[in-house]
């Protein structure tokens, strides 16, 4: 994997920035094209969302889960090195309507705590290749 591709849809992602990002620090070099690469990186899911958990006797939602689901893979040339692997981190918090802001924050940092754990386990695996 000296010169990878990392194919996906969406460059704006969380996660492709913060896997990217962490690549780069571990000194991977980066292909243009996935004829230049020596491996290809494929995102083939990378999405996030929240649901409600649990609602008051009011019928007012009082926790919500946080998660990040990612399916990727790693080929080089006609050889699958990583099957696809299929991963999904939740995180639940609780809501309060009178502290939206502070709760709207929570559920941010939560996000960004996802995706660096993500990264690491992505991290973790590729260097078993």
Do not use: C, W
Not at 14 to 38: C, K, V
Not at 47 to 69: C, G, H, I, K, W
Not at 77 to 103: C, P
């Amino acid at each position: 994997m000296e010169r990878t591709y990392i194919a996906t849809d969406d460059q704006y992602t969380m996660f492709y920035r913060e896997l990217r990002h962490a690549l780069q620090q571990g000194g991977m070099q980066f292909a243009d094209t996935p004829a230049d690469a020596t491996a290809v990186l494929s995102i083939h899911l990378d999405n996030t969302d929240q649901r409600v958990l649990s609602v008051s006797a009011r019928n007012v939602p009082t926790e919500f889960e946080v998660y990040y689901t990612i399916q990727y893979s790693v080929d080089s040339g006609d050889t699958n090195l990583l099957s696809r692997q299929l991963l999904t981190v939740t995180r639940a918090y609780t809501y309060d309507e009178t502290l939206v802001l502070g709760k709207l924050r929570e559920e941010e940092l939560l996000r960004t705590a996802i995706v660096d754990d993500l990264v690491r386990i992505v991290l973790k695996q590729l260097g078993t290749l």
